[in-house]
Protein backbone atom coordinates (compact mmCIF):
# COMPACT_ATOMS: atom_id res chain seq x y z
CA UNK A 1 0.00 0.00 0.00
CA UNK A 2 3.01 2.52 0.42
CA UNK A 3 4.75 1.62 -2.43
CA UNK A 4 1.03 1.97 -4.51
CA UNK A 5 0.03 5.57 -3.06
CA UNK A 6 3.85 6.36 -3.82
CA UNK A 7 3.53 6.07 -7.33
CA UNK A 8 0.59 7.42 -7.17
CA UNK A 9 1.47 10.53 -6.29
CA UNK A 10 3.67 12.63 -8.72
CA UNK A 11 5.65 14.84 -6.71
CA UNK A 12 6.51 12.32 -4.43
CA UNK A 13 8.55 10.09 -6.89
CA UNK A 14 9.56 12.84 -9.15
CA UNK A 15 11.44 13.92 -5.87
CA UNK A 16 13.33 10.85 -5.89
CA UNK A 17 14.47 11.18 -8.99
CA UNK A 18 15.68 14.57 -8.52
CA UNK A 19 18.84 13.13 -6.69
CA UNK A 20 20.32 10.57 -9.05
CA UNK A 21 19.84 13.33 -11.73
CA UNK A 22 21.97 15.52 -9.18
CA UNK A 23 24.46 13.42 -8.55
CA UNK A 24 24.54 12.65 -12.23
CA UNK A 25 24.69 16.29 -13.09
CA UNK A 26 27.63 16.78 -10.79
CA UNK A 27 29.60 13.73 -12.17
CA UNK A 28 29.34 14.86 -15.68
CA UNK A 29 30.96 17.95 -14.56
CA UNK A 30 34.08 16.60 -13.44
CA UNK A 31 36.97 16.92 -16.07
CA UNK A 32 39.54 15.87 -13.65
CA UNK A 33 40.97 12.87 -11.89
CA UNK A 34 41.46 11.87 -8.32
CA UNK A 35 44.51 13.19 -7.18
CA UNK A 36 47.64 11.48 -7.47
CA UNK A 37 46.02 8.72 -9.28
CA UNK A 38 44.47 8.54 -13.51
CA UNK A 39 40.89 7.65 -12.06
CA UNK A 40 38.54 10.20 -13.21
CA UNK A 41 37.10 11.95 -10.43
CA UNK A 42 33.55 11.30 -11.86
CA UNK A 43 33.63 7.68 -10.62
CA UNK A 44 33.98 8.79 -7.16
CA UNK A 45 31.19 10.87 -7.13
CA UNK A 46 28.95 8.27 -8.56
CA UNK A 47 30.12 6.19 -5.90
CA UNK A 48 29.45 8.77 -3.19
CA UNK A 49 25.95 9.57 -4.66
CA UNK A 50 25.20 6.00 -4.61
CA UNK A 51 26.01 5.88 -0.81
CA UNK A 52 23.81 9.35 -0.43
CA UNK A 53 20.76 7.84 -2.10
CA UNK A 54 20.62 5.42 1.50
CA UNK A 55 21.12 8.73 3.37
CA UNK A 56 18.18 11.10 1.59
CA UNK A 57 16.08 8.13 1.57
CA UNK A 58 16.75 6.68 5.15
CA UNK A 59 17.36 10.12 6.92
CA UNK A 60 15.50 12.76 5.11
CA UNK A 61 12.34 11.17 3.78
CA UNK A 62 11.44 9.04 6.13
CA UNK A 63 11.74 11.09 9.29
CA UNK A 64 9.38 13.66 7.53
CA UNK A 65 7.18 10.65 7.06
CA UNK A 66 6.74 9.44 10.06
CA UNK A 67 6.13 13.21 11.23
CA UNK A 68 3.42 12.80 8.90
CA UNK A 69 1.65 9.83 9.87
CA UNK A 70 2.11 11.44 14.03
CA UNK A 71 0.80 14.62 13.09
CA UNK A 72 -2.66 13.10 10.74
CA UNK A 73 -3.59 10.54 13.54
CA UNK A 74 -1.52 7.42 11.10
CA UNK A 75 -0.38 6.27 14.21
CA UNK A 76 -2.62 7.06 17.14
CA UNK A 77 -5.10 4.53 14.98
CA UNK A 78 -2.82 1.64 14.71
CA UNK A 79 -1.92 1.44 18.17
CA UNK A 80 -5.82 0.87 18.30
CA UNK A 81 -5.65 -2.15 15.38
CA UNK A 82 -4.11 -5.44 16.70
CA UNK A 83 -0.65 -5.60 15.40
CA UNK A 84 -0.61 -2.12 13.73
CA UNK A 85 2.69 -0.88 14.49
CA UNK A 86 4.45 -4.00 13.48
CA UNK A 87 2.55 -3.85 10.14
CA UNK A 88 3.76 -0.37 9.89
CA UNK A 89 7.22 -0.38 10.67
CA UNK A 90 7.40 -3.48 8.30
CA UNK A 91 5.83 -1.49 5.37
CA UNK A 92 7.92 1.81 6.22
CA UNK A 93 11.17 -0.65 6.11
CA UNK A 94 9.97 -2.37 3.06
CA UNK A 95 9.25 1.09 1.50
CA UNK A 96 12.64 2.81 2.70
CA UNK A 97 14.71 -0.43 0.97
CA UNK A 98 12.57 -0.31 -2.37
CA UNK A 99 13.07 3.46 -2.63
CA UNK A 100 16.65 3.40 -1.37
CA UNK A 101 17.38 0.58 -3.52
CA UNK A 102 15.99 1.66 -6.67
CA UNK A 103 17.63 5.54 -6.70
CA UNK A 104 20.85 3.55 -5.98
CA UNK A 105 20.55 1.21 -9.03
CA UNK A 106 19.32 3.98 -10.89
CA UNK A 107 22.39 6.12 -10.33
CA UNK A 108 24.66 3.17 -10.70
CA UNK A 109 23.50 2.46 -14.19
CA UNK A 110 22.83 5.89 -15.19
CA UNK A 111 26.22 6.60 -14.31
CA UNK A 112 27.55 3.94 -16.16
CA UNK A 113 26.10 4.91 -19.99
CA UNK A 114 26.84 8.82 -19.68
CA UNK A 115 29.69 9.29 -17.27
CA UNK A 116 31.74 5.92 -17.82
CA UNK A 117 31.80 5.10 -14.03
CA UNK A 118 31.48 1.32 -15.23
CA UNK A 119 30.24 -1.36 -12.76
CA UNK A 120 32.22 -3.64 -10.09
CA UNK A 121 33.83 -5.87 -12.05
CA UNK A 122 34.29 -9.13 -10.53
CA UNK A 123 32.01 -11.31 -7.78
CA UNK A 124 33.85 -10.09 -4.97
CA UNK A 125 33.05 -6.56 -6.14
CA UNK A 126 29.57 -7.09 -6.58
CA UNK A 127 29.70 -9.16 -2.94
CA UNK A 128 31.66 -5.82 -1.21
CA UNK A 129 28.49 -4.02 -2.73
CA UNK A 130 25.70 -5.70 -2.03
CA UNK A 131 26.94 -5.90 1.91
CA UNK A 132 28.17 -2.60 2.13
CA UNK A 133 24.19 -1.10 1.03
CA UNK A 134 22.48 -3.53 3.23
CA UNK A 135 24.47 -2.71 6.32
CA UNK A 136 24.37 1.13 5.36
CA UNK A 137 20.91 0.91 4.52
CA UNK A 138 19.73 -0.84 7.78
CA UNK A 139 22.10 1.32 9.67
CA UNK A 140 20.84 4.77 8.20
CA UNK A 141 17.12 3.80 8.19
CA UNK A 142 17.04 3.05 12.24
CA UNK A 143 19.33 6.58 12.47
CA UNK A 144 16.23 7.54 10.12
CA UNK A 145 13.36 6.23 12.44
CA UNK A 146 14.41 7.25 15.88
CA UNK A 147 14.85 10.69 14.18
CA UNK A 148 11.43 10.82 13.10
CA UNK A 149 10.35 9.85 16.40
CA UNK A 150 12.36 12.44 18.33
CA UNK A 151 11.02 15.63 15.52
CA UNK A 152 8.03 17.52 16.60
CA UNK A 153 6.13 17.89 13.76
CA UNK A 154 6.16 17.81 9.67
CA UNK A 155 6.75 21.46 9.09
CA UNK A 156 9.97 21.59 10.73
CA UNK A 157 10.95 18.17 9.83
CA UNK A 158 12.58 19.12 6.79
CA UNK A 159 14.40 22.17 8.19
CA UNK A 160 15.82 20.16 11.01
CA UNK A 161 17.38 17.34 8.97
CA UNK A 162 18.62 18.94 5.90
CA UNK A 163 21.72 21.19 7.78
CA UNK A 164 22.54 17.44 9.16
CA UNK A 165 22.45 16.01 6.22
CA UNK A 166 24.08 18.14 3.92
CA UNK A 167 26.64 18.25 6.96
CA UNK A 168 27.48 14.63 6.16
CA UNK A 169 27.44 15.24 2.66
CA UNK A 170 30.06 17.36 3.10
CA UNK A 171 32.59 15.36 5.61
CA UNK A 172 32.06 11.85 3.81
CA UNK A 173 34.03 12.54 1.10
CA UNK A 174 31.13 12.25 -1.18
CA UNK A 175 32.31 14.92 -3.72
CA UNK A 176 35.95 14.97 -3.11
CA UNK A 177 38.66 12.68 -1.41
CA UNK A 178 38.60 12.91 2.51
CA UNK A 179 42.23 13.32 2.21
CA UNK A 180 41.88 17.22 1.10
CA UNK A 181 39.99 18.20 4.70
CA UNK A 182 41.47 18.69 8.37
CA UNK A 183 42.17 15.63 10.57
CA UNK A 184 39.73 16.97 12.77
CA UNK A 185 36.84 17.17 10.19
CA UNK A 186 37.56 13.39 8.94
CA UNK A 187 37.54 12.03 12.52
CA UNK A 188 34.07 13.96 12.60
CA UNK A 189 32.98 11.88 9.21
CA UNK A 190 34.30 8.66 10.72
CA UNK A 191 32.40 8.64 13.37
CA UNK A 192 28.77 8.09 11.18
CA UNK A 193 28.05 5.69 8.58
CA UNK A 194 27.83 7.61 5.71
CA UNK A 195 31.77 7.91 5.01
CA UNK A 196 31.98 3.89 5.67
CA UNK A 197 29.39 3.23 3.21
CA UNK A 198 31.03 5.63 0.06
CA UNK A 199 34.27 4.21 0.76
CA UNK A 200 32.74 0.70 0.51
CA UNK A 201 30.87 1.69 -2.50
CA UNK A 202 34.37 2.93 -3.95
CA UNK A 203 36.01 -0.23 -2.69
CA UNK A 204 33.45 -2.14 -5.37
CA UNK A 205 33.37 -0.13 -8.33
CA UNK A 206 37.04 1.74 -8.19
CA UNK A 207 40.78 0.39 -9.20
CA UNK A 208 42.97 -0.12 -6.32
CA UNK A 209 44.97 3.05 -7.81
CA UNK A 210 42.15 5.36 -6.55
CA UNK A 211 43.29 4.19 -3.02
CA UNK A 212 45.65 6.90 -2.56
CA UNK A 213 42.99 9.48 -1.62
CA UNK A 214 42.00 7.12 1.61
CA UNK A 215 42.82 8.41 4.84
CA UNK A 216 44.63 4.66 5.46
CA UNK A 217 45.64 3.76 2.11
CA UNK A 218 43.10 0.85 1.63
CA UNK A 219 39.60 0.16 1.55
CA UNK A 220 39.45 -0.53 5.16
CA UNK A 221 36.43 -3.24 5.15
CA UNK A 222 36.53 -4.69 8.70
CA UNK A 223 36.38 -1.18 10.00
CA UNK A 224 33.80 -0.46 7.27
CA UNK A 225 31.83 -3.22 8.84
CA UNK A 226 32.37 -3.11 12.28
CA UNK A 227 31.45 0.54 12.45
CA UNK A 228 28.31 -0.43 10.31
CA UNK A 229 27.11 -2.95 12.62
CA UNK A 230 27.97 -1.02 15.83
CA UNK A 231 25.36 2.04 14.54
CA UNK A 232 22.52 -0.83 13.77
CA UNK A 233 23.22 -2.17 17.21
CA UNK A 234 22.82 1.31 18.78
CA UNK A 235 19.47 1.76 16.33
CA UNK A 236 17.89 -1.35 17.37
CA UNK A 237 18.48 -0.35 21.31
CA UNK A 238 17.43 2.96 20.63
CA UNK A 239 14.61 3.15 17.96
CA UNK A 240 12.07 0.72 18.97
CA UNK A 241 11.81 2.55 22.66
CA UNK A 242 11.84 6.11 20.77
CA UNK A 243 9.34 4.83 18.16
CA UNK A 244 6.87 3.48 21.13
CA UNK A 245 7.29 6.61 23.34
CA UNK A 246 6.00 8.33 20.56
CA UNK A 247 3.27 6.21 19.81
CA UNK A 248 1.81 6.17 23.02
CA UNK A 249 2.32 10.11 23.67
CA UNK A 250 -0.31 10.12 20.67
CA UNK A 251 -4.02 10.68 22.01
CA UNK A 252 -7.39 11.75 20.75
CA UNK A 253 -7.13 15.11 22.79
CA UNK A 254 -4.14 15.63 21.47
CA UNK A 255 -5.23 15.03 17.55
CA UNK A 256 -8.31 17.10 17.89
CA UNK A 257 -6.21 19.88 19.66
CA UNK A 258 -3.67 19.93 16.34
CA UNK A 259 -6.39 19.69 13.92
CA UNK A 260 -7.86 22.89 15.33
CA UNK A 261 -4.79 24.74 15.56
CA UNK A 262 -4.71 24.00 11.67
CA UNK A 263 -8.02 24.77 11.22
CA UNK A 264 -7.18 28.51 12.86
CA UNK A 265 -4.30 28.94 10.90
CA UNK A 266 -5.97 28.50 7.85
CA UNK A 267 -8.67 30.48 8.71
Given amino acids: MELRQMTRSPRE ?16 L ?6 GS ?3 SSRMVVAGGIASMLLFVAVSWLPQQLANDREDGTMLRLRGTPGGLSAYIVSKTLTVTVVATFCALLLLVGGALFTGSGFPRTLAQ ?3 LVWVLALGLVALAL ?4 VGALLPNPRQA ?10 LLFVSGVFFPVTSMP ?6 GEIFPLKWIAQGVRS ?7 LVAETAGSWQHWETAGVLVAWIVVGLLITPRLLLRASRRESGSRLAARREAVGQRSY
Fill in 143 to 146: LGAA
Fill in 158 to 167: LALVMIPVLG
Fill in 204 to 210: SMLPDSA
Fill in 126 to 128: WST
Fill in 30 to 35: QDGTIP
Fill in 38 to 40: TVD
Fill in 13 to 28: YVGHLTNPAFFLLTAS
Fill in 183 to 188: RWLQIV
